[in-house]
């Protein structure tokens, strides 16, 4: 059972670059400014659908969450859908982060050479 519950917080590399785009949204995170900052950060273009795909998948395990906006007049009533990255996807994202530092420990002259 701990197995699963650790495995349903496994973090591939583009989960990873999404939660830390949300971060770097801040308060603004939906899906326009995210897809920027992937853009911007990372020089990944996602389509929208993957990015959709993904947050779904992250919320249903509990990584992020989402709120809905009051409708808005310039998306015609619509309302915008903003997420948040949540303790647990937190911290996923340092025990990501420290197994990679992990596995890259003591190669440092080699992954630094040109």
């Known amino acids: ?4 519950a650790e495995n349903s917080r496994y973090l591939g590399e583009f989960e990873q670059f ?3 785009a949300i971060l770097q949204c801040g308060e603004d995170a939906y899906t326009v400014p995210i897809r920027e900052v992937l853009l911007e950060k990372s020089g ?4 929208r659908g993957a990015l959709f795909t993904s947050l779904d998948r992250l919320e249903a395990k509990g990584i ?3 709120r809905m906006s009051a409708p808005m007049a310039a998306r015609g009533g ?8 949540t303790p647990v996807g937190l911290d996923a994202l340092r ?3 420290a197994a990679m530092a992990t596995m890259a420990q003591g190669l440092e002259s080699l992954l630094e050479r040109r």
Do not use: E, N
């Not at 059972?1 to 699963?4: E, G, N, R």
């Not at 990944?44 to 389509?47: D, G, I, P, T």
């Open 18 to 20: 999404i939660l830390l």
């Open 78 to 85: 619509r309302a915008r859908r903003y997420y948040s990255v």
């Open 44 to 47: 990944r273009h996602v389509a």
């Open 64 to 66: 992020v969450k989402s």
């Open 1 to 4: 059972m701990q197995a699963m």
């Open 95 to 97: 025990a990501a982060r």
